[in-house]
């Protein structure tokens, strides 16, 4: 005998928003383990230039100038990427969450974010947690949501397993619907990467921050919106600080340097 279990109107609707979360998502999810799989120690620092990137695109304005401030911080447990930029909406949370652009989807404006080149920054972990703001503007003007440590997880052993969670995440996105609803949002946005839910990941941000060190100038230089840049490694006690100033044209040409303090 099959044993049959009645659910009520609300439990259908949940199950069939999750069969059709499941169904949407499954492609993606296909494309993330094919990239997960091509990772190597090398992939870090590609990840630290796309986190970068990442940050430029999401500068605010700031007397007129778009800005960008980093923050880079290793401790035994987490490599944590914070940004001052704009804050999370629905979109850019879904794409993350999907690991699909969220370029050119309605809005040509829209930042082309958290696509199959954002997949690297898993080098630093299968896991990680997003704290910041969502932007509720589209649906409720001038009004956010607090984001607290929202997991992407891509930790599974098969694809169905991967699909399920991908889908229950999306739709713990639309759950900040019910979330409260404050007037201003975070200047600060953090993603943190679980060390322990990769194998080397640990020894992967390692690498990639003293890598990042000859090149965050450069970087820098060619990047207008990132005026500064600190790296904080909790396991060796040092610190690193780059802040970019204009100086005078010298010879019609734009001069500009970075100072780092040690």
């Known amino acids: 005998k099959k044993l049959y279990i009645q659910m009520d109107n609300n439990e259908i609707r949940k199950q069939m928003e999750l069969d059709q979360k499941r169904a949407f998502c499954k492609q993606s999810c296909t494309k993330i383990d094919q990239g997960l799989d091509k990772l190597d120690p090398r992939s870090g620092e590609r990840a630290i230039w796309e986190l970068f990137q990442n940050a430029r695109d999401l500068a605010r304005l700031d007397n007129g100038n778009k800005t960008a401030h980093i923050k880079i911080t290793l401790t035994p447990t987490e490599f944590i990427f914070a940004h001052k930029g704009q804050p999370f909406d629905h979109d850019s949370l879904t794409s993350l969450v999907m690991q699909v652009s969220s370029r050119g989807k309605e809005n040509d ?67 900040f619907a019910d979330a409260p609803k404050t007037t201003y949002f975070r200047e600060w946005t953090e993603l943190c990467y679980d060390l322990s839910s990769m194998e080397r990941a640990l020894e992967n941000a390692e690498a990639a921050l003293v890598s990042s060190l000859t090149v965050i100038p450069y970087v820098m230089t060619v990047n207008n919106p990132i005026v500064d840049v600190v790296i904080e490694n909790k396991l060796t006690n040092e610190i690193y600080q780059f802040e970019k100033r204009q100086l005078p044209d010298e010879e019609g040409l734009k001069v500009m340097a970075v100072f780092i303090t040690h």
Do not use: C, W
């Not at 910041?132 to 649906?139: A, E």
């Not at 997880?153 to 739709?171: C, G, P, S």
């Open 109 to 175: 404006d829209t930042v082309g974010q958290y696509g199959t080149g954002f997949l690297t920054t898993h080098v630093f972990g299968r896991k990680l947690h997003v704290t910041g703001s969502l932007d509720m503007g589209k649906y409720s003007p001038g009004t956010y949501s607090d984001i607290n440590r929202f997991v992407i997880d891509r930790t599974y052993d098969n694809i169905t397993e991967f699909v399920d969670k991908v889908a229950h995440q999306l739709l713990a996105v639309n759950e």
